[in-house]
């Protein structure tokens, strides 16, 4: 092969690479469907159910916006972070915190999201039994745990047309659930105010707080997504957007149920709007798209861990035992314990920011790691500390989360002085 042609033959095959590089890229719309998809789940419309039944109904919507809005944004930068380095989530940390550290956060990371698996299945379980299926409890677990595998399984590509089917048929159903619950939320609110006159408890923060938790639990997962878009700022944004807009959609969902009167009990309120099948529809599939991201991110924690291992079979292998945790009840004595390791991750996130987008200069090494899992220990004190209290400024995770970057800041200014 002469030189002319061996020329034209390695550009060929650059261009061949950086076609199937390109290929593995998200583009904006796939990284809406997913991170819409994550919302919708039965636990964001039960956070919004707790904030109905205790709170006074004209003075929930701006703490509920804030907190969408505040937790929306956090899910933005952090999600960024992986889109421009093109690593996942857990694997983000080790330049901040080395390498000991990230595995430390990613073995949590592992472990909180096998437990969280397990409630969401179990409560999506929960929730079509009392739509009267005619399968057992363990049935349903072990049934929606196989959508799950397999959905983690084949890969969010291979799916991304069924994913946009699926996306939009929940869509509809959703707004036709929306739109026949206000029906019935306005015609009982009188009367279930007049039975039984709620003694509302929820102040502005603590409401701002709840708002804010759940989307703020997906901190430790979303560049496990980010990390293979196309356009890092934009498909980040998108996502960031796309969730927000779900979960206030699914909160907006859960405050209509409250005003019903009938609990926290979703499929009373599924029965109340007359959805049968589409109920049974929304259920299944609302748990399944929430629970594969949160299964699929398994996989990538435990990449993160042990190199090696393929985050395809580890998402499967965390299906199945899901299920099991789910079916034996074991994970409702533990969700206060979940909640403590969740709440791990807002510093551990707001040291990440500042590091990365603050600390230009880089730095590395045993003290820089040691100072950032100072800071994180902190905020996490912090949290432990002020979420005891009754309505605290700000809610414990903002005030955790600004203690943690204030003191990751104080090794940013000393590099500052020393340059000077």
Known sequence: MDSE?????????????????????????????????????????EAGIEIGAEAAPGSLWLPLVLGHVIGGIFLFFVGLIGARIR????????????????????????????????????????????????????????????LIALWVFVGLRRFAKVTTVVMAVLTVLLAALTI????????????????NPAGHTLGFWNIFEISMALPLSWLPVISDYTKDVEKPVRATAVSAIAYSLASFWM????????S?????????????????????????????????????????????????????????????????????GIMDHYISFL????????????????????????????AFWLWNLFAWLAGFVVYQVTVRLDSIFLGPTLVSVLVSAAISYIWVLKNKAKST
Not at 16 to 32: S, V, Y
Not at 92 to 109: I, P
Request: glycine share 8%; charged share 10%; with cysteine.
């Open 5 to 45: 042609h061996r020329f034209f033959y390695i550009c060929a095959l650059i261009s061949q690479e950086r076609k199937k590089f390109m290929e593995k890229r998200t583009g904006l719309f796939t990284n809406a469907i997913i991170w819409f998809g994550v919302a919708v789940s039965v636990s964001e419309i």
């Open 180 to 195: 026949k619950l206000f029906g019935v939320g306005s015609s009982l609110a009188n009367a279930s105010a007049a039975s």
């Open 251 to 258: 909160y907006f969902i859960g405050l209509e149920i409250a």
């Open 260 to 328: 019903a009167g009938i609990g926290n009990d979703i499929a009373q309120a599924i029965l109340l709007a007359g959805l049968g099948i589409p109920g049974i529809i929304i259920v299944v599939l609302s748990t399944v798209t929430t629970n594969f991201l949160a299964a699929n991110s398994a996989g990538e924690s435990a990449k993160a861990i042990v190199h090696k291992i393929n985050p395809k079979i580890t998402g499967v292998v965390v299906s199945a035992i899901s299920a099991v945790l789910a079916i034996s």
């Open 339 to 366: 909640y403590l390791i969740a709440s791990v991750f807002a510093p551990m996130a707001a040291v990440l920011l500042v590091s990365f987008f603050f600390d230009k200069q880089g730095r590395t090494g045993k």
């Open 87 to 146: 690593l996942n989530a857990m694997e983000t940390t080790a330049s901040v915190y080395g390498s000991y550290g990230s595995k430390f956060f990613a073995s949590l990371n592992l472990f909180q999201l096998v437990a969280w698996i397990a409630v969401l299945n179990a409560q999506g379980a929960t929730v079509l039994a009392g739509l009267h299926l005619p399968i057992s409890f363990p049935l349903t677990c072990v049934l929606l745990a196989v």
